[in-house]
């Protein structure tokens, strides 16, 4: 995978949440992986399709989320409720859509699906024929791991 | 003993919200993400504005609005909507009443839809993530108008 598709998302996820949770955030090392992986609990997911397609995952425990959904609410969130959902949904509309714009304004044309959330314990994603480049970001709130598997269309 | 009449009124200031008269603007938000509407309400009703109803999507946005007619004066009107759109519904609302006030609310990256959604009649839009500042300035300037 070309790591021109995955900068976008590391850049937007970086300043999106910078922004919406009013804090720091440290980029950790990028790492490839291509065998099936964990997933930490809370996954919120946004598929692509057109020249290039593939999907970003959105990864982080559930504390995680409760934290982040807890401070873009201004208000302590305890469970995985309808709100906490749509908020992590929200968080990465808003990372995506920033990334998306700059793939455009790179002359790569896909549309997007509307972003789904996964809750559970013991998942694991899986790519076949697509490695996944994944970043860690580390917030006050706990890691987020923005998981890219993007390929051009054959 | 001083009273509160002895200190000058400098700081009192008439919330954003309010009309001339004192009575609150009247909203409606259209949006499917609860969150995004959770948060612009707060926003607004702290301003004082009164939000009048809300809706989840373009169809149901679309009837709020033509049963709250004439009590309400903004919309808050997001794009990507399941049902109908928000353009289509920004439409529809200029169908049944051109004076309306509908402000778009869109991620970044939907510049082309923003444009067709200003030529179709919306009076303004505001980029996500909002900005509390933003929001309002965005409201009371269409308001104003």
Redesign the interface.
């Known amino acids: 995978m070309r790591v021109e598709y995955i900068n976008p998302f590391v850049e937007s996820a970086f300043n999106v949440m910078r922004e919406v949770l009013n804090v720091d955030v440290k980029r950790g090392e990028l790492y490839l992986k291509s065998t099936s992986m964990p997933v930490m609990g809370v996954a919120a997911i946004v598929g692509l399709a057109g020249d290039v397609e593939g999907r970003v995952l959105f990864d982080m425990d559930r504390p995680t989320a409760l934290k982040i959904a807890s401070a873009m609410n201004g208000e302590d969130i305890t469970t995985m409720d309808d709100l906490a959902k749509a908020t992590i949904t929200e968080l990465a509309n808003m990372i995506t859509a920033q990334a998306v714009t700059k793939l455009h304004e790179l002359g790569f044309r896909f549309d997007l699906t509307p972003p789904a959330i996964f809750t559970g314990d013991n998942m694991e994603v899986s790519n076949q024929d697509v490695e996944a480049l994944i970043v860690p970001m580390e917030t006050p709130q706990g890691k987020v791991e923005i998981n890219v598997a993007i390929r051009e269309r054959a | 003993m001083k009273t509160k009449e002895d200190f000058p009124s400098i700081n009192e200031r008439m919330p954003e919200g309010h009309r001339p008269d004192g009575t609150p603007f009247r909203i409606l938000v259209v949006d499917d993400?609860?969150?995004?509407a959770?948060?612009i309400t707060?926003i607004l009703t702290s301003e004082g504005y009164d939000v009048v109803g809300q809706a989840a999507d373009g169809l149901l946005g679309l009837e709020r609005y033509k049963e709250l007619y004439p009590n309400v004066d903004l919309v808050t009107m997001d794009i990507?909507m399941p049902n109908m759109d928000g353009i289509t519904a920004l439409q529809k609302i200029i169908e049944f009443d051109k004076n309306a006030r509908v402000i778009m609310i869109s991620?970044?990256?939907?510049q082309d839809l923003v444009k067709q959604a200003l030529l179709t009649g919306a009076k303004n839009y505001i980029v996500?993530?909002l900005d509390r500042k933003k929001v309002l300035e965005r409201i009371s300037h269409v308001l104003s108008k």
């Not at chain 2, 993400?33 to 995004?36: C, G, L």
């Not at chain 2, 991620?107 to 939907?110: E, M, Q, R, Y």
């Open positions: 993400s609860m969150f995004v959770k948060q707060q990507t991620a970044l990256g939907k996500k993530p």
